[in-house]
């Protein structure tokens, strides 16, 4: 069993900047990737960015490459995603998870992922 906190969400305004953490704690910890998604209001939960957590690869989508970095600290089995010029259209709840094995959607698909945790909030304000 795997155990994900995110924290680091609130309220900012545009063109802004949160460092967004996601720790682990459960298991002996050595996932494939660990990912950031995210939902807003009345959408469909949306990849974010992906980091496999022994090469340290990283993915993002179009809309945040550039802006955000995910980075992780295997040492403290924590993810982080650093977000820069935020914009409204980035407010929703970001979610953290753990790939454990590499399956065949990629880990750009919400349903590769095997354990989530709760999400934080994020809310740009214009």
């Known amino acids: 069993q795997v155990h994900l906190v995110e924290s680091g969400g609130g309220l900012v305004q545009v063109g802004g900047s949160l460092r967004l953490s996601c720790a682990a704690s459960?298991?002996?910890?050595?996932?494939?990737?660990m990912g950031w998604f995210r939902q807003a209001p009345g959408k469909e939960r949306e990849f974010v960015a992906a980091?496999?957590?022994?090469?340290?690869?990283?993915y993002y989508a179009a809309t945040t490459e550039g802006r955000f970095t995910i980075s992780r600290d295997n040492a403290k089995n924590t993810v982080y995603l650093q977000m820069h010029s935020l914009k409204p259209e980035d407010t929703a709840v970001y979610y953290c998870?753990?790939?454990?094995?590499?399956?065949?959607?990629?880990?750009?698909?919400?349903?590769?992922?095997?354990?989530w945790g709760q999400g934080t909030q994020v809310t740009v304000a214009s």
């Open positions: 998870a753990a790939d454990l094995y590499l399956q065949a959607m990629g880990v750009t698909a919400s349903h590769e992922y095997d354990y």
């Open positions: 980091i496999t957590w022994r090469g340290g690869s990283t």
């Open positions: 459960g298991r002996t910890f050595n996932p494939y990737a």
